[in-house]
């Protein structure tokens, strides 16, 4: 290559996650309030993905789907802290492969495989490791030090720390709009944005880059400056998804029951006491609304960053990926966090931008797509091998305005709330912690949920219960659609078991099958 000429064979990559954003948390695909407009000019060029689901949660778990182009029951991040075997390909190994030098802005939450450390190595005291591959340009995990001390240099008095940081300026009521003691400009993601701005000022125009810019937002805890804290008014948006009463929540699985009774107010606003099911509506309504604020803030960051690119030069070079990791319950089924079943949990935005892509331009794709497709869309985007074995397809034919040979009729999902080092469920439910786990198939007209051990499955009918209130796996009249979603559960599980080495066979004339692994 010709000093000074770009590369037009490798384009740029700017691949953005976000953490806790629902799928139904945009302006783009109809939200009665919430107002995204960097990433509806996104979608208008490019392709909205308006059923695109987590592979798991909570975060973890949730990435090593994204990053590894695996299911959970491959990858086997069950948790946070579950180390990610170091046989893994991932995203940004094979980025490098490609000619790129993938370069991190923010986290990946990935626990290092143990066996390659010695057990003294201060890696193996954290779940917030490095994803093996990326070059940490800026490194921000939960404890924000990075953040904290860039406000520190710019005046802000710092000295309360994560999560202190993020409580009201000022005394205020347990939830309240009251705003941090930081600004709009001096927010984590504001900070992710500046410094992705300096680095890709020092990128040369004829080398092709990558950066995945992970923001830990609209993670709690759930507060934000203003003008976002006041944007949204409580009383507005949909009505709480949920059953008529916290009993009749309860009622429909016993960890449903047990989900309800453990998940405390300190996780979502810190130093709040008691159970997140005691706050009352309005008082959930008013979290909803900061919640909203918060995104809001993280889109005007992501226009910030779209400027930059385009005033470099580079926005017709450079193929964005935006997307969360998983979602967020907010309040629906009287539950605030992610985990579970529910949707809430699991459905998350994605639009794919690529510039020498038009076809599709501004197109929206109802098909079910999943975390899993996201590794396989950016090779194939860059012009990388697409190894066989991963669980996902790559998304490119979409992007072309044309409908894949085959695809998903639906999504799958999976939840492990094992607990290796207390033991928490094993001892409430009775089951080893194999048996810690629970798998999902949902169709546009059914969920059907099966647990691991002797807790009972679960069936939603979405036509005529689209609020997932009531659980039909026990009525006789149901007995079949059960049956048939077990069925094709257990057919999937069959499909995707790891196939690493399973696409190979060794025959008199050498290696038969795909050669790439």
Known sequence: MKSGTKDKA????????CDQWRGDSLSAVG???VRTPNVDRLAKEGVLF?????GAAPCSPARACIYTGLYQMNNRVCRNGTPLDARHDNIALAARRAGYTPTLFGYTDTSPDPRGLDPSDPALRTYEGILPGFFPRVLLPEHQKPWLSWLAARGVKTNAAFPDIHKPAKRAPEVSSAPPVYSKDETPAAFIAGEFIHWLGEQESAEPWF??????????PFIVPEPFNTMYDPSDGPALRRAADMEAEAAIHPFSAWAMERLRKTKFIPGAKGKVRDWSEDEVRQIRALYWGMITEVDGQLGRIFHAVAAKGAWDDTIVVFMSDHAEMMGDHFSMGKGGFFDQSYHVPLVVRDPRRRKARGGRVDAFTEAVDIMPTLLDLIGAPVPSHLDGQSLAPFLDGASPRTWRDAAHWEFDFRSIAKGTAEKRFGLSSRQCNLAVLRTDRWKYVHFGGSLPPVLFDLKEDPDETRNLASDAAYTSARLEMAERLLEWRAEHLDQSLALLELTEGGVAGKRYL
Do not use: E, G
Request: hydrophobic letters at 40%.
């Open 50 to 54: 308006s059923r695109h689901y987590a």
């Open 10 to 17: 490798r384009p740029n990559v700017l691949f953005v996650t």
């Open 31 to 33: 939200h009665p309030v």
């Open 211 to 220: 950066a995945h810019l992970s923001f830990i937002s609209p993670h709690p």
